[in-house]
């Protein structure tokens, strides 16, 4: 890397966790967002992945068996409303 690619970068600062000691340590609105994306993220994937299987079942294109694709749309269903 040049030097002068590692110049341009010098004002980026890397994150730090915060000190575990901290009187009233709460989470940040910024942390409670983040982990609010990624839970409806990972449950929207989950519940996608369900249905692309559900119809691969119904369409007699999966070569999983019915209780196997009941799981996979059910399972993702559940979490997915869980986490609502």
Not at 1 to 8: C, D, F, G, I, L
Not at 30 to 56: I, N, R, S, Y
């Amino acid at each position: 890397m040049s030097k002068h690619a590692v110049r341009s970068r010098s004002w980026i600062v890397p994150m730090r966790p915060r000190s575990r000691d901290e009187v009233h340590r709460a989470a940040t609105p910024f942390e409670l967002f983040f982990d609010l994306v990624f839970v409806v993220a990972v449950a929207q994937a989950a519940v996608g992945v369900g249905l692309a299987v559900a119809v691969d079942q119904a369409t007699h294109h999966a070569e999983i068996g019915s209780s196997e694709a009941g799981a996979a749309v059910t399972i993702p269903v559940a979490i997915y409303l869980i986490c609502l």
